[in-house]
């Protein structure tokens, strides 16, 4: 492979030796002796200066990738540590008939000059806004978290598995499923493909629960797709999940604390000076805002400060809701009552003013939550939590599953599901079957969360929402 510029700063090469790299070019100044051009390969967040003879850059332009070879120097003044150079009376070699050279153009409008931009006009160029600085180092970012994610869940022994994404059921019951169609069957359109129903997954769980039972530590990270109507800053219809499942544990605090752990794994990969993962990210926003970086670097330290995060039940959050509203703190357009869903407003309140942390919710009403979740002793909540942090709300949800078959059955029966296509989910419970459970989490939230980003269309490359499917 070509040298990339990732490599060439962490490993630079001697001083004067000759260096050839490729790029896109940031930003060009020409003056009457000297021309700087700034050029971003994408492999790290720093650009690479080159320091050029003024009649080689005339014809030069943001956009446009070039290869350009020249001798790579220590850098005087400025930010950077190293900058390549084309002295004036530089030799080519014979292979080169030029130090410079454009690889490809651009035409005169090119949409991303050097400026301020703001994400809802670069979400207008789905195909290029990747190219600016601050949005391709949430890509690092996000690579980077997934890194982490992998080491973190093989230190604890998990396997991997890559559970279906075409399914028969419907694992949430929400009834915000989309459903497959066949383009061959136009001709016959009662004919159905898989002889039956399908749909996209919202969830890989009950497949994830069936290797749990031979693997016991599962963990997938998936795509997830919800026709979700609502158009938020943190739905999407495609979405990534990460989804474990843990056997042989009974007690959904399990869960709260090896979601937190795992959690603390990330930021604590992101704090590492060693590794340029935080620093990706931050330094991409020195340009914008100081502070912001400040921030972010505040919140991570906050977040390994506290030995344990917070943990209430559904009816301790409730009673914590309605008396603040009671006592005049804070006015809820949805009132807080037992029974009713938290809402958004609820759940951003709880995390993000009154713990001000990650903070989690467990014991939710039956009424409220799936059939697969087991039912506690007082038959009125289930064994389930939902992980709530400031400025996202809920960011994992996850729960004790029903292991013992009759429980299962009964409970399924008392919902009126058809169960024909999930007979494999509740055979799974006459053979060897274990307690157990698991949580999912959005990784785009976690990402939006972790990186101070507002909007979960800028943390997913190609966005797909109600109504947006540009790219
Ligand atoms: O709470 P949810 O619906 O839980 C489940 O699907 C379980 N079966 C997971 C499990 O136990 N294995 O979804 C889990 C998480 C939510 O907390 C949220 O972070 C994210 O998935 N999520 C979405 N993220 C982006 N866009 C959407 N439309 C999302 N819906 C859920
Ligand atoms: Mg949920």
Aim: neutral net charge; contains cysteine.
């Amino acid at each position: 492979l070509p040298q990339c510029l990732g490599e060439l700063f962490a490993r630079p090469p001697r001083l004067n030796s000759d260096v050839t790299v490729q790029g896109w070019i940031k930003a060009v100044r020409v003056q009457k002796n000297i021309a700087f051009m700034d050029i971003s390969d994408g492999t790290t967040y720093q650009n690479l200066m080159c320091v050029i003879p003024p009649e080689l850059a005339s014809n030069l332009k943001t956009g446009e990738s070039i290869q350009i070879r020249g001798l790579w120097c220590e850098s005087k003044g400025g930010k950077q540590k190293y900058e390549l150079k084309i002295p004036k009376d530089y030799k080519i070699s014979d292979e080169f008939d030029n130090c410079i050279k454009v690889i490809g153009t651009v035409p005169e409008n090119y949409p991303l000059q050097k400026k301020f931009h703001t994400q809802q006009f670069l979400r207008t160029i789905p195909h290029l806004r990747w190219k600016t600085n601050v949005l391709s180092s949430i890509l690092r970012f996000r690579s980077h978290v997934e890194t982490s994610l992998i080491a973190f869940f093989n230190e604890k022994n998990f396997i991997k598995t890559n559970p279906p994404l075409i399914t028969s059921s419907d694992c949430e019951g929400a009834g915000e499923l989309f459903k497959i169609e066949s383009t061959s069957n136009e001709k016959n359109p009662t004919e159905k493909f898989f002889g039956k129903d399908s749909y996209l997954t919202v969830s890989t769980q009950l497949h994830l629960e069936v290797l749990c039972m031979a693997l016991s530590r599962v963990w997938t990270l998936s795509p997830c797709f919800r026709a979700e109507e609502s158009s938020t800053n943190r739905h999407l219809s495609e979405f990534w999940m990460l989804e474990a499942e843990i056997a042989f544990i009974n007690d959904v605090r399990q869960l709260t604390k090896f979601s937190e752990l795992m959690i603390k794994h990330v930021v604590r990969t992101l704090l590492d000076d060693s590794s340029e993962i935080g620093k990706n990210l931050i330094e991409s926003r020195r340009g914008r805002a100081v502070e912001e970086a400040i921030k972010i670097r505040e919140k991570w330290n906050f977040l390994l400060s506290k030995d344990e995060w917070d943990c209430i039940t559904y009816t301790e959050a409730i009673d914590i809701l309605q008396k603040a509203e009671a006592d005049g703190i804070v006015k809820f357009k949805f009132k807080p009552t037992w029974g009713a869903s938290l809402q958004s407003e609820h759940e951003k309140w709880l995390a993000g003013e009154y713990f001000k942390s990650p903070v989690s919710v467990t014991d939710y009403p039956i009424e409220l939550k799936p059939f697969y979740m087991k039912i506690n002793n007082d038959k009125k909540t289930v064994a389930c939590f939902d992980l709530l942090v400031p400025e996202i709300g809920e960011l994992v949800g996850g729960s004790i599953r029903e292991h013992d078959l009759f429980k299962l059955s009964n409970e399924m029966t008392r919902r009126n599901m058809k169960v024909d296509d999930l007979n494999w989910y509740i055979d799974l419970r006459s053979n060897g079957s274990v307690p157990h459970g698991g949580f999912g989490m959005g990784f785009e939230r976690l990402l939006c969360y972790l990186g101070n980003i507002e909007n979960i269309r800028d943390v997913i490359p190609f966005p797909r929402s109600a109504e947006t499917l540009d790219c």
